[in-house]
């Protein structure tokens, strides 16, 4: 069986594993990045961590998963917010020179969803559509075993969708943008607004919702409305075979998926109201979906 | 050169033909559809039509653009409003089995989208979106040669997208869709409401909007917020590398195009707005698209 090596990369943590074309994680390498001290410093870290992989030599080539748009095609950051001095930085071609395999760079929403795509819960499907939705909101398509990552490395930055135009200016995303109206932290910015109140964290929401509390209730309807809205917007595009569900706030998914998938039913033609909403299977997506980028493609 | 043969079936009429796999027509038959009675008399007709090309023995596949959400991997329509008795009909497996070569079915919006990404505009590229705004609004993704068609054929059926939802419910579709907002017959009907007045075609709205008529002005910039929305939201999903127009609106697309896309780039990243618009090149997107179905799928 061919294994491959993945690289999941962030501003403070790396991690390098060798995964086998199942996605098993044969081994694995953990440690600080130092993202924040430059490319040659993350790079000889990162050459290193590899050589400490048993039998990195017969792996059948490389992938990095990284926090940022990426150029597929040229193996470097669009936008490197989280990892400075690596926009345009030759990435994948240095990893190419160094170990003499293929290497390839995508972003790590991407990598994840490339992963739950290819062997965790979209498996043997050919068009499936990935959706993380945490403190932010992210996605990709995966056609055919490959991420659609787009021209400029912003296929499935989907945050900036406008859901409703007729919502607060909040940042520098599009008025009523689907990261500000129904990520976490979009919930809870709204429901603390409306309540008057801080909370710890969105499953307050839901419980209060589920007490009975008007204001709660209100927010999670808006919240499924809004997603219902976006899932729809997604199949009118792709019509993936299934919508695969990740990030944080999916701990709390018994409490809300249910009215997502009935507002997206309501917004969507009768054909295509059958298609599944799956929650991510893997544990390790971004590491495992960074070492899924060489099969991808082709190697 | 390869050759394929190439179907565009309509309710009323259908053409076939013979085009090598640069898109070029080499012959050309042209008839009556039969479509209101039924596979039978649409089947055999066909097959009679096919016959009827020189050298279509040569041919290293055939394929068919109907209208209507097709299930490519079966090769049957999903529905078929304009062809009665077409839902489900196994229209590929049957010319595979009369002609004996790799037969194939799609979308007519689809395969126009195809012959655009494969010898038209899109040439060369990897991950176009065509658009089609004429009384409808249609579209498909081409990534690697191929249309994502979806799992139940609604791929690319941008009709639905929902752009705005403080709008008028018109007809089944929903409330905001954007195929009520800024087809044709969306700005004919806008315009025609707010002056009180029924006009030939929607050239009059531009016209009067550059004469300075304050009704037609805001109309036409309302048709181009909506569909740069519609344009960032696309990209947002799958940032392609060109957006292709087709369909009878682009006729005016001089005195409308530029606005579009100074609203595209007022909701999109900076480092997407620089995706090109271009209009599409083909004069018979239709029939070459058709051909290029097998080519796409590796004939």
Same mark, same amino acid.
């Given at each position: 069986? /061919?294994? *491959?090596?993945?690289?999941?990369?962030?501003?403070?943590?790396?991690?390098?594993?060798?995964? =086998?074309?199942?996605?098993?994680?044969?081994?694995?390498? /953990?440690?600080?990045?130092?993202?924040?001290?430059?490319?040659?410093?993350?790079?000889?870290?990162? /050459?290193?961590?590899?050589?400490?992989?048993?039998?990195?030599?017969?792996?059948?080539?490389?992938?990095?998963?990284?926090?940022?748009?990426? =150029?597929?095609?040229?193996?470097?950051?669009?936008?490197?917010?989280?990892?400075?001095?690596?926009?345009?930085?030759?990435?994948?071609?240095? +990893?190419?020179?160094?170990?003499?395999?293929?290497?390839?760079?995508?972003?790590?929403?991407?990598?994840?969803?490339?992963?739950?795509? +290819?062997?965790?819960?979209?498996?043997?499907?050919?068009?499936?559509?990935?959706?993380?939705?945490?403190?932010?909101?992210?996605?990709?398509?995966?056609?055919?075993?490959?991420?659609?990552?787009?021209?400029?490395?912003?296929?499935?930055?989907?945050?900036?969708?406008?859901?409703?135009?007729?919502?607060?200016?909040?940042?520098?995303?599009?008025?009523?943008?689907?990261?500000?109206?129904?990520?976490?932290?979009?919930?809870?910015?709204? *429901?603390?607004?409306?309540?008057?109140?801080?909370?710890?964290?969105?499953?307050?929401?839901? =419980?209060?919702?589920?007490?009975?509390?008007?204001?709660?209730?209100?927010?999670?309807?808006?919240?499924?409305? =809004? +997603?219902?809205?976006?899932?729809?917007?997604?199949?009118?595009?792709?019509?993936?075979?299934?919508?695969?569900?990740?990030?944080?706030?999916? /701990?709390?998914?018994?409490?809300?998926?249910?009215?997502?998938?009935?507002? *997206?039913?309501?917004?969507?033609?009768?054909?295509?109201?059958?298609?599944?909403?799956? +929650?991510?299977?893997?544990?390790?997506?971004?590491?495992?979906?960074?070492?899924?980028?060489?099969?991808?493609?082709?190697?």
């Amino acid at each position: 069986m /061919k294994t *491959y090596i993945g690289i999941d990369l962030g501003g403070t943590n790396v991690r390098v594993a060798k995964i =086998d074309e199942d996605g098993n994680v044969l081994a694995q390498v /953990k440690g600080p990045s130092y993202g924040q001290e430059g490319p040659a410093r993350v790079m000889a870290n990162i /050459k290193e961590m590899v050589r400490e992989l048993p039998g990195w030599k017969e792996c059948a080539g490389m992938g990095v998963g990284v926090p940022g748009p990426v =150029d597929t095609q040229a193996g470097t950051m669009v936008l490197s917010t989280n990892l400075p001095g690596f926009a345009g930085y030759p990435f994948a071609e240095e +990893l190419r020179k160094e170990f003499g395999m293929p290497a390839y760079l995508d972003n790590d929403a991407n990598v994840a969803g490339l992963a739950e795509a +290819l062997v965790g819960a979209g498996k043997g499907l050919r068009n499936v559509f990935y959706t993380t939705i945490s403190t932010g909101i992210g996605g990709v398509l995966v056609f055919d075993g490959k991420t659609v990552s787009g021209k400029h490395g912003f296929g499935g930055e989907v945050a900036n969708i406008i859901i409703d135009r007729n919502r607060e200016k909040v940042n520098y995303l599009n008025v009523g943008a689907i990261e500000n109206e129904a990520s976490g932290t979009g919930l809870m910015r709204k *429901y603390e607004q409306r309540k008057g109140e801080k909370i710890a964290h969105t499953g307050i929401v839901f =419980d209060r919702a589920e007490q009975g509390e008007e204001i709660a209730k209100a927010c999670v309807e808006e919240f499924q409305r =809004d +997603l219902g809205q976006y899932f729809a917007t997604i199949a009118c595009v792709c019509d993936p075979e299934m919508f695969i569900l990740g990030g944080g706030m999916m /701990k709390s998914a018994d409490k809300f998926l249910p009215g997502i998938i009935e507002q *997206y039913k309501a917004m969507s033609h009768t054909a295509i109201e059958d298609t599944p909403f799956v +929650l991510a299977s893997l544990e390790e997506p971004g590491i495992i979906g960074a070492a899924m980028l060489p099969k991808s493609n082709g190697q």
